[in-house]
C-alpha cells in the first residue's frame, strides 16, 4: 500500500512539471464586446460577469487551483471550448445573424439550466442563477433579438421565435 501511495504522490508531482496552456488574460473589455454591440443594463451586465465570462470572454478570473494539474489542463480546454462556443468579448464582430443566433441559444440554454454548467457551480457558488435572474437574462436576450430584427431586415432571421 505505501509503494502505491507512493507511486501516486511521484505521478502527482512530475505532472505538475507539465505546462499548462496560455492564461486566457486579455482585456477584460474591448470595442467589440457584447456591451458595446447589445443594450444592457446593469443588473444583466453583473449577472453576465459573474456568472459566463469566465468561460466566454477573453479575459478570466483564475481560481487558486488554476495552476496546478491536471487541473490547468482541464480548465484551459474548458475556457477554450466555450470561447468557440460563444466568446463576449467579440460579440460586436459577429454578423447579424449569428447575433441573433447566439442571443437565442443564451436564452434557451438559460431557460433549460444548461449553463452555466453545474461543474463550474460547484466551485463558483455565486455564479448560480436565481430564477429573477433566469428570466431576467432571457427578457434581455429576446428583446435583444427583436432590436436585431428590426435593424437587419435584410438579414435573413427565423420568424416569430415562441420556443424560449
Same mark, same amino acid.
Given at each position: 500500500?505505501k509503494k502505491? $501511495?507512493?507511486?501516486?504522490?511521484?505521478i502527482?508531482?512530475?505532472? #505538475?512539471? $507539465?505546462?499548462?496552456p &496560455?492564461k486566457?488574460?486579455?482585456?477584460?473589455q474591448n470595442?467589440?464586446?457584447?456591451?458595446?454591440?447589445?443594450s444592457?443594463?446593469?443588473? $444583466?451586465?453583473? *449577472?453576465?460577469?459573474?456568472?459566463c465570462?469566465d468561460?466566454h470572454s477573453n479575459h478570466?478570473?483564475y481560481?487558486w %487551483?488554476? /495552476?496546478? @494539474?491536471?487541473?490547468a489542463?482541464?480548465?484551459?480546454?474548458? *475556457?477554450e +471550448?466555450? =470561447?468557440?462556443e460563444l466568446?463576449f468579448s467579440?460579440? /460586436?464582430? %459577429?454578423?447579424s =445573424? =449569428?447575433?441573433y443566433h447566439k442571443?437565442e441559444?443564451?436564452a434557451?440554454?438559460i431557460? +433549460?439550466?444548461e449553463? &452555466?454548467l453545474?461543474s463550474y457551480?460547484?466551485i463558483?457558488?455565486?455564479? /448560480?442563477?436565481?430564477?429573477k435572474?433566469k #428570466?431576467l437574462?432571457i427578457?434581455?436576450a429576446?428583446?435583444?433579438? @427583436? =432590436?436585431?430584427r428590426k435593424?437587419?431586415?435584410?438579414v435573413?432571421l &427565423?420568424e416569430n421565435e415562441?420556443?424560449?
Amino acid at each position: 500500500m505505501k509503494k502505491i $501511495i507512493l507511486f501516486l504522490v511521484v505521478i502527482i508531482v512530475a505532472v #505538475q512539471f $507539465i505546462p499548462g496552456p &496560455p492564461k486566457n488574460e486579455g482585456i477584460a473589455q474591448n470595442l467589440n464586446d457584447i456591451q458595446h454591440a447589445v443594450s444592457m443594463d446593469s443588473a $444583466i451586465s453583473n *449577472i453576465l460577469k459573474r456568472s459566463c465570462f469566465d468561460c466566454h470572454s477573453n479575459h478570466t478570473n483564475y481560481p487558486w %487551483y488554476s /495552476g496546478a @494539474q491536471p487541473l490547468a489542463m482541464w480548465i484551459g480546454r474548458h *475556457i477554450e +471550448e466555450g =470561447k468557440d462556443e460563444l466568446n463576449f468579448s467579440a460579440f /460586436g464582430s %459577429y454578423s447579424s =445573424k =449569428k447575433q441573433y443566433h447566439k442571443l437565442e441559444e443564451i436564452a434557451e440554454q438559460i431557460g +433549460e439550466d444548461e449553463m &452555466p454548467l453545474a461543474s463550474y457551480k460547484i466551485i463558483h457558488r455565486s455564479a /448560480g442563477l436565481s430564477n429573477k435572474e433566469k #428570466q431576467l437574462v432571457i427578457r434581455w436576450a429576446q428583446e435583444a433579438m @427583436q =432590436k436585431i430584427r428590426k435593424v437587419e431586415s435584410t438579414v435573413e432571421l &427565423p420568424e416569430n421565435e415562441t420556443h424560449l
